[in-house]
């Protein structure tokens, strides 16, 4: 049985496949490597894409003694152990830390006196951001570098090789499936590869779908992911693109996402993109937040789907967003006017719009000011011609 990914693991910044901009010869990683010179760093980025491979390429080009660990296991007493080790040492080590978004605080705080005196190399990965998760000591003493999904070309490059270096041969569709289907993910496409040639060393379609019935994507379990496939969404209704919208709905049910909150996503575009342009977007919204938290999954995507068409076909108003924004900006920064007596509670004075038609023009706030610009867009275009009739 071969182990693919371990025999085309890369050693060296040229041998890196897929992440150009942090192994071509001009990429500030790269040259920070080969001036020795390296901080504290963290990776983020996709499972599969190279972030262990990135350490050990490091500790290679600095000669640095490597040590990986996890967040998830690691103890404070084997951190001790190994700074005391190089204590009084000229040598420094690099410590690789995966899944480094799990640290504990008191865990970081054992890191935080080597980092500051830097008698080690700290380098973290993890597939979510793991700014968010460190403490700002931390983040003000290192730098972070964003993994990308590995494009198909350099995963056809990988494929090729690990075939060229053993006797599996393919069909064209199994090679097209072995790349389209892993997600951007080297090492799901080797392994797929790896379990497929013992089988068979010739890999078929049939032998792959048998194995990995349907393509791997990057779910949106991971928060980066997560809200990359949810903003997509949402930009993609607010532009009215249908199609688009589909899409990455899809992806985001078939990474698991729960109904539930795209529906929550979209009761809120409703308001905020679509308003009052098209009243009615609110409410199907509305409804289909109830109809998927009492029918979910499967069924719940054609709600949701139906949601999503009907919001890309609405005419856009962003003026209830806007309107908001200003006022709450103008009571944060102090703008408090005294209500007026008529309007209070026990006040006297006050005009009962019913008893003059609807309407009667009176003072409603102690000096002008203007929030609302409604837009003559769908609906939103009736109510700012009514609206402009009676203040005549």
């Known amino acids: 049985m071969q182990d693919f990914t371990s025999l085309l693991r890369p050693t060296t910044f040229d041998t890196l496949v897929g992440q150009e901009h942090l192994s071509a010869k001009n990429a500030p990683l790269r040259v920070l490597c080969e ?3 390296l901080g504290h760093s963290f990776f983020y980025g996709p499972a599969g894409c190279g972030k262990t491979t990135i350490a050990r390429i490091i500790a290679k080009s600095m000669d640095l003694p490597f040590y990986e660990l996890n967040a998830t296991s690691i103890k404070i007493e084997q951190l001790r152990k190994i700074f005391e080790q190089y204590k009084n040492t000229l040598q420094k080590p690099l410590i690789f830390i995966d899944e480094v978004h799990r640290l504990a605080k008191n865990q970081q705080e054992v890191l935080l006196p080597v980092m500051e005196n830097n008698s080690v190399l700290v380098i973290g990965a993890s597939t979510e951001n793991p700014f968010f998760s460190l403490t700002s000591a931390i983040r003000s003493r290192s730098m972070l570098f964003e993994i990308k999904h590995i494009d198909n070309a350099s995963l056809e490059k990988l494929l090729l090789l690990a075939c060229g270096n053993s006797k599996i041969t393919y069909d064209e569709d199994a090679k097209e499936y072995l790349i389209a289907s892993s997600g951007g993910d080297a090492r799901a496409m080797l392994k797929l ?3 497929a040639s013992n089988i068979d060393m010739h890999i078929t379609l049939e032998t792959l779908k048998s194995i990995r ?3 791997l994507s990057a779910g949106s379990s991971e928060a980066g992911v997560h809200y990359d496939l949810a903003s997509a969404m949402i930009k993609s209704i607010r532009g009215s693109d249908m199609d688009a919208a589909i899409y990455y709905l899809a992806r985001l049910i078939e990474g698991g996402e729960s109904a539930d909150f795209i529906a929550r996503r979209l009761v809120i575009l409703a308001s905020e993109d679509v308003g009052n342009a098209n009243p009615q977007a609110l409410t199907l919204c509305t409804s289909a937040l109830t109809s998927v938290a009492k029918i979910g999954y499967p069924e719940a995507r054609i709600i949701l789907s139906q949601a999503v068409i009907y919001l890309c076909a609405s005419p856009k108003s962003n003026a209830a967003y806007m309107a908001i924004n200003e006022a709450l900006n103008a009571v944060k920064n102090g703008v408090m006017l ?11 004075g006050y005009l009962y719009p019913h008893d003059y038609g609807g309407y009667v023009k009176q003072k409603y706030l102690e000096k002008p000011m203007k929030f609302v610009e409604l837009k003559e ?3 939103e275009k009736k109510m700012k011609d009514w609206y402009e009739s009676i203040k005549k």
């Not at 005294?338 to 006297?348: E, R, Y």
């Open 35 to 37: 001036k020795g010179v």
């Open 193 to 195: 590869l790896e379990f």
């Open 213 to 215: 019935p349907n393509a």
């Open 338 to 348: 005294a209500i007026p007596k008529h309007l209070q509670n026990n006040g006297s």
């Open 377 to 379: 867009i769908g609906y």
